[in-house]
């Protein structure tokens, strides 16, 4: 068996490695590659909690995110997913879609199933706590199962966000009752079959990221050798 005996050899080793690897020394972490260290960055911090900045993002940041999601891999090059970008202004027409979603579909969500006009009022004045909001709309090929053309749109999900955090930026996923609703996906012309899986909003950090954790992978893989 080869010894590595010094840092330097060590990093070497990683680079020649086709696949993503992560060292942890202490507080000090190395990544073999910049796709190691976005798939590591990557967090989901809601505007709720006070992290995020106001601040608007470069529209050529957004349409990089864009670009990369449309890369996403999908059965038969179906391309599913389906866009739709609120900023500045063009988020007071989401905070009315959403208001109107939460009023007739609030007895959807698995929590709150009563009515409240300040829940209602949340959902509208939510829009301006981030500077970008984008829709992840699905409009499904009839020849498919509908589970690929989910998992294609996941993917372009997850290619959207590493790119947002390789730009620094922080992405969430909002997928409650008012991001998901019927009503919702018609708002954003889409029609049966097609479905609003929630919305992407993009934000600049206030401070550091905070950090992620993970059990063990190694729980989670059987090895059949």
Known sequence: MTIVKT???????????????????????????????????????????????HDPIDKKDVETILEAAHWAPNHGRTEPWRFVVFTGEGRK???????????????????????????????????????????????????????EELAA?????????????SLGLNTFWASGVAATHENTARALGLEPPGKVLGFLYLAKHK????????????????WKE
């Open 93 to 147: 027409e989401l905070g009315e879609i959403f208001a109107a979603s939460y009023k007739v579909g609030y007895h959807l969500s698995p929590k709150n199933k009563v009515y409240s006009a300040e829940r209602e009022e949340f959902m509208r004045d939510q829009v301006w706590n981030v500077p970008v909001w984008i829709s992840l709309g699905m409009q499904p090929d009839p020849n498919r199962p509908e589970w």
């Open 153 to 165: 749109v996941s993917c372009a999900v997850q290619n959207a966000w590493l790119t947002a955090t």
């Open 7 to 53: 840092v330097k050899e060590v990093v070497a080793k990683q680079l020649k490695s086709t696949r993503p690897h992560v060292t942890v020394r202490g507080n000090e972490v190395t990544y073999a590659d910049d796709l190691s260290k976005w798939i590591h960055l990557r967090r989901s911090v809601s505007h709720e909690s006070g992290g995020l900045l």
């Open 207 to 222: 401070g550091k990221q905070p950090k992620g954790s993970r059990t063990s992978w190694r729980k989670k893989v059987v």
